[in-house]
């Protein structure tokens, strides 16, 4: 299992990376969503991998798993969450405002320049 | 009473924002002027809820609030010490100046802009005064959600840019910030920065490397935020792209990072064996470079707001040397100097707006314009450049030469020296250059821009910029009352024992459980 996670968390990193990279702002924000999902998930593996385990004393219980893990994860959910909304209004704006989804600033400066000498 | 309030006077700096954030946001329709008062109330608080914080923690040894009376390693701890105080009291004067300065008009520009901007005042007390290492992250994603709307405010095709590539940057570091926390958490078992501290003492020599990669990656993020070189290209968009009481505010924001390093390097990491060479010479070039690149841009900007962006990146480089070179001296040296050059750039973006709202459609471009400028914003653009090129008597010259006299012993003293140096005299010549454009350069008739319609500032504005920078005249004046502070901080910094023991006052009780 642990090879697993491994390579599920390696993968989507990498294609978080990669579409990071990209020069449009939709590609962009896709790429730090799955980074933030590989994030998450090696946030959870940081507590070792427990199966069929509780988090919470019980008295059937014989071993737990780390709770602590599974409450950073919720806040970064949370927190990514918020992040993603918020740059996708963002991305939005500047695509109603200029026309175009460059990421790039300069090259959109320019072209907006020269759309308000034409107009 | 009062010793409800020497009890609680940790978390007072962070509630009492989050209480007026949560009043304004419930307030957002009414008239501006009721949510300027409960803003105005809750900044007047915070001021005097720092000033007591730092009275307090002058006499007191580090106060630590453990929320809701979970124990240390296992709740949420804030701690109070000389240097959060400092950063705390640093936060409220700023936030108080770049509040009144917006309260002319700025803040109608819209609906929530006194919810956020308490918001952001929540972040940064709250990144000043953690004592776990998650929390700084959640406080640091405070701030920089509440600085990502800040820097939209008033709107704008520059703003929505520049603010899409500040926002994909700082996820990204965020990102990398958790990965150094997952690691921290699989190999000490904790996130409480007083145990990762205890931990590191004893980690074994095969977690050792991840531990060194956690580190690693956590002081990454930090230099992210402090805008070291190769990562300080976004700083000059984003804080040139701000408005002038946002960009005011943001001044503070480079130097959180700083102080977040320093805490994490002398506190955990710097002391234990494993990592203790993880910052080292390094950083001393990544910082030396900042200051190069940031005097070069100076030298090469064509506005005003953008040239104050890259002295705030020169002054955030002059600050990165604290940590590599790790001596009581020079850290003590460093924190005067980030105490004035935060208020004298904090100071000189609100000028840099009333001087672009004086000249009209030219703003703040440096190019001739027609204006009629009151003398007192061509006074005040002299002192603030004369601090921050660090001529005597001001402020910076202050910083600058207890910052040089320290360092006169470390290892790369001649590099330090010969690099802040010519960085002064670039300074000085593009300041020179950008006053004598912005004040005495008359246009020909054929290029000129309309002139300003308005002319007088309105006195909030002008209060706040010239509040600014009496404080900085009078960090001359009371220069060695705070250098004093300034050392007793550093000593302070400098035994983490302390710092540990107020938080973890018995280490060998805590009960752990060993996991495979």
């Avoid at chain 2, 040894?61 to 705390?88: H, M, N, S, T």
């Avoid at chain 2, 910094?493 to 060993?514: F, G, K, M, S, W």
Wanted: contains cysteine; charged residues 10%; glycine residues 8%.
């Amino acid at each position: 299992m642990e090879a697993m996670l491994a390579i599920a968390i390696g993968l989507l990193s990498s294609c978080g990376v990669y579409l990071m990279l990209r020069a449009r702002t939709f590609p962009v924000i896709l790429g730090l969503t799955l980074l933030s999902y590989a994030v998450n998930l090696f946030l959870f593996a940081s507590g070792r991998l427990t199966i069929n385990a509780p988090p919470i004393i019980s008295a059937e219980a014989s071993h737990y798993t780390d709770p602590i893990p599974q409450a950073l994860v919720l806040t970064a959910i949370v927190i990514g969450f918020g992040m993603t909304a918020y740059i996708v209004t963002l991305a939005l704006r500047g695509l109603s405002e200029s026309g175009d989804d460059h990421v790039d600033m300069a090259i959109e400066s320019t072209e907006a320049g020269k759309k308000g000498e034409a107009s | 009473m009062t010793s409800f309030l020497v009890m609680h006077s940790a978390i007072l700096p962070v509630l009492i924002p989050f209480v007026s954030s949560i009043v304004l946001l419930l307030a957002a329709g009414r008239h501006p002027s009721m949510q300027r008062g409960i803003a105005a109330v809750s900044t007047l608080l915070l001021l005097a809820a720092s000033a007591h914080l730092l009275w307090l923690t002058d006499h007191l040894p580090p106060i630590a609030y453990a929320l809701g009376e979970w124990q240390p390693p296992f709740g949420i701890v804030l701690v109070a010490d000389r240097l959060a105080a400092l950063g705390v009291m640093l936060s409220a004067i700023l936030g108080a100046a770049a509040l009144l300065y917006a309260s002319a008009g700025f803040d109608r520009k819209g609906r929530h802009f006194h919810a956020i901007f308490q918001l952001q005042l929540v972040g940064i007390n709250g990144a000043f005064l953690t004592g776990d290492v998650f929390n700084l992250f959640v406080f640091f994603e405070v701030m920089l959600l509440a600085s990502y709307i800040l820097l939209a405010h008033g709107g704008g095709l520059d703003k929505s840019r520049s603010g899409f590539a500040y926002v994909t940057l700082n996820l990204a570091g965020s990102a990398v910030f958790l990965i150094a926390l997952g690691l921290i958490y699989g190999t000490l078992g904790t996130l409480n920065l007083a145990d990762i501290a205890i931990q590191l003492q004893t980690v074994s020599s095969d977690q050792a490397a991840l531990v060194r990669l956690a580190g690693a990656l956590l002081f990454t993020v930090f230099l992210l935020k402090a805008a070291v070189l190769p990562l300080s290209f976004w700083l000059p968009h984003a804080y040139a792209a701000a408005g002038a009481p946002v960009a005011a505010l943001f001044a503070i924001m480079t130097k959180v990072g700083i102080v977040a390093l320093l805490r994490v390097e002398t506190i955990a990491f710097g002391p234990a064996a494993a990592t203790a060479d993880l910052v080292g010479d390094w950083l001393v070039i990544a910082a030396l470079a900042t200051i190069a690149v940031a005097a070069l841009g100076v030298l090469a900007a064509k506005r005003l707001q953008t040239l104050i962006a890259w002295l705030v990146l020169s002054s955030a480089g002059v600050l990165l040397l604290l940590a590599p070179l790790g001596e009581r001296e020079i850290t003590a040296a460093g924190l005067y100097y980030l105490v004035q050059s935060a208020i004298a750039g904090a100071a000189f973006f609100l000028l840099s707006g009333l001087i672009s709202d004086a000249r009209g459609a030219a703003a703040d471009h440096l190019s001739a314009a027609r204006s009629n400028m009151p003398v007192r914003l061509k006074l005040g653009f002299l002192l603030l450049a004369a601090t921050a090129a660090g001529l005597p008597p001001f402020s910076g010259f202050i910083g600058k030469l207890m910052l040089l006299s320290s360092v006169s012993d470390a290892s790369m003293a001649a590099a330090i020296w010969t690099v802040i140096l010519i960085a002064g005299l670039l300074t000085t010549v593009a300041l020179a250059k950008a006053g004598s454009r912005l004040f005495w350069e008359t246009p020909s008739e054929a290029e000129a821009l309309p002139p300003a319609t308005q002319t007088a500032a309105h006195w909030r504005q002008t209060a706040a910029c010239f509040g600014l920078m009496t404080i900085a005249v009078l960090l001359v004046v009371l220069a060695r009352p705070l250098s004093d502070f300034c050392q007793r901080t550093a000593m302070q910094l400098h035994e983490p024992a302390d710092y540990i023991h107020a938080v973890i006052p018995q280490p060998e009780t805590v009960n752990r459980v060993n996991r495979p």
